[in-house]
């Protein structure tokens, strides 16, 4: 692919990305400081992109260059590569692929603010944030989860997750089967 139709595709990539973050022009030029003109003629192509544009959308959208320009991933050999699977407007990405075992993904839920349906069924899950802020609503519980904060609990609990619609979220989100537990260790054995 030559340099020409790598920077063509730039700008639908661009609008892909802050369409899905339910972003509007207004507020990435707000996150980032570029003009909304300046983001309207990048998202068609009218101005070609540089990286002093670049990097503050990337780092307004938590996202890396390299998914802005669309340069091949580089995976990690141990990690499963998988496509996204989009569903409700919540993008997840499968990190593992042990069908009846642990299943882990990384997962987007755009900006939006959603009355929250608990639900429940078999199994125990584990939420970790990763960015932004996540509502958990747990049987009476109603809490917010910021970057670096996680939650497990039993499925069988009425449950729901989503943003709590200031921005998008990103978290890992691993389940389980009933009955399998993770276990912690929050400080070495003494030997």
Known sequence: MSTDEVL?????RLRRIRKEREVTLAGLSEATGISVSTLSRLESGLRKPSLELLLPIARAHQVPLDELVGAPP?????VPSAKPIVHNGRTHWPLTRQPGGLQAFKVLEPRRKLDPEPRTHEGYEWLYVLSGRLRLVLGEHDVVLTAGEAAEFDTRVPHWFGSTGEGPVEFLSLFGPQGERMHVRARPKRS
């Open 8 to 12: 063509a595709d730039v700008g639908p």
């Open 74 to 78: 580089v995976g990690d050999p141990r």
